[in-house]
């Protein structure tokens, strides 16, 4: 079957550093996203990775490993509007997307 | 800059009606998703189109069809709503499919009593 794994929830601290982990197996792969949701709202895209090594956006980066189907978003300078879920996503053999159930950040100040 | 609209954003229901959600983009997007989102548990993709006319099963499609009749909208009808369709329902459109992000509506959250 496939699968995305990714930790429930984190916490950390305004103005820190947090890294987000994701791990899959999918029949298949053609990219993967990732996603922030705030509580009660649509989920946004924030980056794509399709080939190994650092896509970097700003305050956020993103890291694909192939090989050992690993990901992770990594958030700088944290700010309390950070506090959301953090979606990540696979595009299948398909086409088609394959999400995890998302890691809920909280930031404390 | 609307983007992806869905109707309504809330509703409940009582077992065996039925209803239709709707969802329009303005983006000329090719592409169309309907998802659920269910506490913990990742989105499931329902049923997504590829162009206008076009339909096809997703993960989750039992108990639920749609209608592509014109490029911009995305209907998803519940044809006898049942408690286990309560859930937050989200559309999303693309211009393709690799490498290409998907945009998604704020979401209709349903109950079905």
């Known amino acids: 079957g496939q699968n995305i794994d990714q930790p429930t929830e984190m916490t950390a601290t305004e103005g820190a550093i947090v890294q987000i982990n994701c791990t899959y197996q999918t029949s298949g792969f053609n990219g993967l996203f990732w996603y922030q949701q705030h509580a009660g709202e649509a989920p946004t895209f924030l980056s794509y990775n399709v080939l190994d090594g650092l896509e970097e956006k700003g305050r956020f980066s993103s890291f694909l490993s192939r090989s050992k189907g690993y990901s992770y978003l990594l958030l700088k300078e944290l700010q309390m509007k950070d506090s959301a879920s953090y979606l990540c996503a696979v595009m299948d053999s398909n086409y088609q997307l394959i999400w995890g159930a998302g890691t809920k950040l909280i930031i404390k100040p | 800059n609307a983007g992806v609209t869905q109707t309504p954003k809330f509703r409940v229901l009582k077992t065996g009606q039925s209803m239709t959600l709707l969802c ?90």
């Not at chain 2, 006319?53 to 209608?67: H, L, Q, R």
């Not at chain 2, 009808?77 to 211009?95: M, R």
Request: charged share 20%; aromatic share 12%; proline share 4%.
């Open chain 2, 24 to 113: 329009a983009q303005d983006m000329n997007h090719e592409y169309m998703y309907w998802y659920r989102q269910d506490p913990g548990m990742g989105l499931r993709l329902i049923h997504y189109s590829v162009g206008e006319g076009t339909t096809a099963k997703g993960e989750v499609p039992d108990g639920y069809n749609v209608s592509r009749l014109k490029k911009q909208n995305f209907l998803l009808g519940l044809e006898s709503a049942a408690p286990s369709q309560t859930s937050v329902y989200f559309c999303a459109s693309s211009a393709g499919q690799e490498g290409q992000p998907q945009h998604f509506g704020d979401g209709t959250r349903l109950s079905i009593l």
